[in-house]
């Protein structure tokens, strides 16, 4: 973990507990509920969990939430991503049986910033794909490299498939089954630079500083990231994963 990343996790948590705090106040004070409510209230969207998700939006402890609300309705979750310019064509649910389909299904061809192949996922996956590229590839693109990530690149989301161990064996049903993880190989920069895990992982550099970051900032967003530095089977990507325990390596 980056002292950069620790420092903003530790930040997050303290806000939140004092955000959780003047927010009870505040409704249980009386008349918080209509400062939040009212059309012309003063409190900005992104402090104010009665208002939707915006991609754009800075982060603050109420995103969590609003995020949440939007990965539990489609119809938000797909209004969220078309605000943002995500380009994410909706096509009917597949329905494969009771271990492999995708609802929620679209077509995702491009990020707000960056391009993708374009890809069948669902809108859950999408739409924290999009927060990860907003809040943590492009910064970190900008902050670590001088330059834009122009095409994140991928090697798939569904699958109809179960899980591969490092022995060769198979256990449960994958995520990818449902389309609710995507693997990440590498991005394209604006520069014309391509970088890619297999190759620049285990280098020194601004490189590899990027991709440990970008890697770590998708703990974030997902809940269950993979990298190279989990086993030999995801040496050459990331897997990021919406459902799960919680767990980052």
Known sequence: MSKHSGRRRFLLSAASFVFSIAVAAILFGGGGWWLLAHPETPVPSYWNPLRELKVNAP????TRFQLNRALANEEQCRAVLAEAGVNFEAMEDLVVDENCGIAGRGRLSALVTSKVKAVETSCTTTLRLTMWEYHVVQPAAQNLLGTQVSRLRHVGSYNCRQMRTAQGKFSGWSSHATADSIDIVGVQLAD???????SDW?????EAAFLREIWHGACDWFRVVLGPDFNRLHADHFHLQGPGWGYCR
């Open 192 to 198: 014309g630079r391509s970088l890619n895990l297999l």
């Open 59 to 62: 982060v603050t402890p109420v």
């Open 202 to 206: 285990g280098t020194e550099g601004p």
